[in-house]
C-alpha cells in the first residue's frame, strides 16, 4: 500500500493519525478528489448504503452522494468532519474511529475508506467492518498516488520528504475476513494553483507535525518549484488512483 505517511514508531504513528484536524483548511483545498468512474467501477449504479470511513473533510464522500448512493460519514477528528458538513450537509457524520464503529450489526452494503486505511489498526478494524457490513458486503480501499514519474512531481516528493511511489503494489492483507483484495487504477489530474501546491505540501501528516523552522522552509522550496513549472498559473497535480475492492466472506 501507499502509504508514506505512515511511521514506524506507534507513538509517532497515532499523533500523526490524529494531526489532520488542525489543517482542515488546507486538506480540503489542496488534496485530490475521487474521479466518479472510479466510484462506478466499484460500486456499480444501484443506490447502496455506504459509510465513507476516515472520510476526512468529504472528499470521497461527494463523489459517493453525487453518484447516488445513500451515504454516511465516520472519522476521530471533528475538525475534518466540520468542513464534511459544509461540503455535503445532508450526509449524517459521527465522530468514531474504524476500531470502534457507531453503527448497527449488519447495516451497511459497503465500507469506503478513501486515503485512510492506513491508518486503521487491521487487527480491529477489520472484524469491525465486517461486523457493520452485510452479508457479500464490499469494502473498498482507495489511494491518490502522486505520479513521481512525472519529473516536477518527484521533485516535490523529494521537498516533502516522502516519495509516493514504491510500496503501491502490495495489496492489503483482508483475510480471512475478506477475499482477496483486487485491484484497478485510474488515471487523473487535479488542476492547483501555487498557493494550492503549498497546502498540499501543508497538509501532509509528516509536513504538518515538522518543527516549525523546518515547515517554513520545506513550504518556501514547494512554492518556488510551483512557481518555476506553473503554466498560466495552473500547476497540474498528476495522481494516479488505486481502488483495492474485496468482499465479506460469509461466517
Ligand atoms: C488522509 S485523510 C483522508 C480523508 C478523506 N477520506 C480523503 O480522501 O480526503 C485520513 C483520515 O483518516 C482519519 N483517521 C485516522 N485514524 C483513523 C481511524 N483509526 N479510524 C478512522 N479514521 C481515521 C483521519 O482523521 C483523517 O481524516
Known sequence: MPHGDVPADETERAARATSFGVVADAYEKARPGYPADAVRDLLGTAPLDVLDLGAGTGKLTRTLVAEGHRVRAVDPDAGMLAALATAVPRVPHDVGTAESLPLPDASLDAVVAGQAYHWFDPATALPEIARVLRPGGLLGLLWNV???DVPWIHDLGEIMGALDAGDQLRPPALQPLFTEATVSWYAHRHPLDVDGLVDLAASRSYVIRLPEGERADRLAQ?????????EGGVVPVAYRLQVWSARKVAA
Open 146 to 148: 502522486r505520479d513521481d
Open 222 to 230: 514547494v512554492r518556488a518549484l510551483g512557481e518555476r513549472v506553473a
